[in-house]
């Protein structure tokens, strides 16, 4: 008599998917990891594989968010020959492309507070990511560079583009321009002006940014 086959365990992604889902069809977070395992039909051991209660897996959604994106990019050969300022270009494009198709999700799980800076636990993962990338544009740059007083400061910048993500995402969320045509302007700008910041050359991009922000804000 043959062996029985045994069921194929739920993967990562798969777990994620689903949770998405649950959200999006139910219209609230699950009440446990129990409810949401049982309304999913898999075992609560299986989810426990992956994450270790609800908020891990909310994390877990923006850090597959980040992973997907780099993922995309490194199968471009030509993004592994960009300058650092067009790597960051890339990510943002592609990052914010790959949210729009996650839209609805996005909206509701960090509109669900009733201000967007309680519900940034979620995004704990995601700020890591962008730090350790940060980092490895600004280590890069700096090998290029003789002497010390040229180099640029690898945390300052990171932090710098951790509150450009944040200012970028509140500004996704409220763009209801075709094709989301104004974030991509505005991609454009934060990344040329935190460039043109460490580049010395700050007063144009500067001067540019800060008109497109008032227009954006105040027209």
């Not at 490895?136 to 740059?141: A, C, H, R, S």
Request: glycine share 6%.
């Amino acid at each position: 008599m043959p062996a029985k086959k045994k069921a194929t365990k739920p993967g990562k992604d798969t777990i994620v998917k689903k949770y998405m889902e649950y959200v999006l069809e139910e219209g609230h977070v699950p009440s446990s990891v129990y409810a949401f395992t049982k309304a999913i039909k898999i075992d609560e051991s299986d989810f426990y594989q992956h994450f270790g209660s609800l908020k891990g897996i909310q994390i877990g959604v923006w850090n597959a968010f980040f992973e997907n994106t780099m993922h995309l990019l490194q199968k471009n050969d030509e993004f592994l020959e960009y300058g650092n300022r067009e790597k960051m270009l890339s990510f943002f494009f592609t990052f914010f492309e790959l949210l729009a198709l996650n839209r609805s999700y996005v909206l509701f799980t960090l509109s669900e507070q009733s201000n967007m800076l309680k519900g940034l636990d979620q995004l704990k993962g995601l700020r890591k990511h962008m730090l350790d990338f940060a980092v490895e544009l600004i280590d890069d740059g700096n090998a290029d560079k003789q002497l010390r007083i040229t180099q640029h400061n690898p945390k300052v910048f990171s932090e710098g583009a951790w509150l450009q993500t944040l200012f970028l995402l509140k500004f996704w969320m409220e763009d209801d321009s075709a094709g989301f045509e104004k974030t991509d302007m505005a991609i454009e700008k934060s990344v040329n002006t935190i460039f043109d910041v460490f580049d010395n050359t700050p007063l144009e991009s500067i001067i540019d940014f800060g008109k497109f922000l008032f227009k954006e804000n105040f027209a």
